[in-house]
């Protein structure tokens, strides 16, 4: 497992995601506007993947929150259009 995948399992990661789902008032910042109170359905994305770069994980002006269907149908979207990038149709 990569190091930063524990980042996500530490008390400042935790209280880090709580203070981005605060200062975005617990609205989904992909443009549907839709505010979330069950932190359960939120994700606290990083608008430019960080790749291991422990800058960008902990630099909250990288961070948002989305509904965890919008991230994951963005995230999905993005991987999608991406597959001739990463030789999967070559």
């Known amino acids: ?6 980042w996500y399992k ?4 935790q209280a880090l995601r709580i203070e981005i789902f605060v200062r ?4 989904c910042q992909c443009g549907c ?3 979330e109170g069950d932190t359960s359905k939120l994700v606290c994305d990083h608008k ?6 422990e800058r ?3 630099d909250k002006t990288n961070l948002q929150t989305l509904l965890k269907t919008c ?6 979207k993005a991987e999608q259009s991406s597959l001739h990038t990463r030789g999967v149709w070559h």
């Open 48 to 53: 430019i993947p960080h790749r291991g770069d």
């Open 1 to 6: 497992m990569p190091p930063w995948k524990r």
């Open 71 to 76: 991230h994951d149908r963005d995230k999905q």
């Open 10 to 13: 530490t008390a400042r990661w």
């Open 33 to 35: 506007g839709v505010i």
């Open 24 to 27: 975005d008032l617990f609205t």
């Open 56 to 58: 960008l994980f902990w």
